[in-house]
Structure formats: C-alpha cells, structure tokens
C-alpha cells in the first residue's frame, strides 16, 4: 500500500504542479530542521519519517520535466 505522501506526490505529478510540489518540500525540509532541533524528546522516528517524505516528493520533481530549483 502506498504510503499518504506518495498518494498526494503522485497526484501533484500528474497535475504536473512543480509549484505544489517544491512547496511541500520546503515545508517538510523546515520540519525536519525544527524536529532535529528539538532538545528532550526522542524524534528520530519522526526524522526518519520526514526525511522518506522529502526523498518522495523530489521523486515526484524528477518526473516532471525541467530543472527542480531548491
């Protein structure tokens, strides 16, 4: 089974909406900065999450046609 983020990627790259895309992974690439930053709490699972995200949508970027900026 497809995973959440794949399903909407997939989506995104069929619309062929790059903006969308890069969108979602500034926002991602941001979460995972404010995760490792974090002090006190165990996030490496999240991390680990958040990064398989980004590898992902950049998947999904690749598919488009183009150079991917960011």
Do not use: T
């Given at each position: 089974?497809?995973?959440?983020?794949?399903?909407?990627?997939?989506?995104y790259a069929r619309l062929n909406d790059r903006e969308s895309l890069e969108d979602l992974r500034t926002h991602r690439r941001r979460l995972a900065i404010d995760l490792k930053a974090r002090t006190g709490f165990d996030c490496q699972l999240s991390i680990i999450q958040v990064e398989q995200d980004i590898a992902a949508i950049e998947a999904g970027l690749r598919t488009l046609s183009g150079p991917i900026s960011g």
């Open positions: 089974m497809s995973s959440a983020i794949e399903l909407i990627v997939d989506g």
